[in-house]
């Protein structure tokens, strides 16, 4: 009879460690595909942003949203671009941000406006 309280004892340890670690990577692969959306949301932007006409680009980062897909499958996405000129050239930084159960810093991708001149 000992050995079946013992032996039931250690199944109930190893069933709750196995179920919160089930639990711990499913939340896990759900933090990544939040992330590959998310990546896959801003390299989208970027490209339609830089591919613009100078003159339409600081429209288009006025009027910035996020996509159906992204507002769809992120829990409340918040879509930001700024534009910076500096030494480095003429550049846009989207910035996207989305509630999560787990604290994650924003998504942020760079990309370079492409200024039409050809090199040697």
Known sequence: MLECVVAASILMVAMSTVATFAYRV???WMDVAD???AMNE???QIEFITQLPVEEIDDAI????PSAIAAISLDHPELSATRTQDKFGDRITVTLRWRSTN????VRLVGW????ESTP
């Open 26 to 28: 499913h939340r896990l």
């Open 42 to 44: 801003l390299t989208n």
């Open 113 to 116: 406006i492409n200024s039409k």
């Open 35 to 37: 992330q590959r959306i």
């Open 62 to 65: 006025a009027g910035i949203t």
């Open 103 to 106: 604290p994650i810093p924003p």
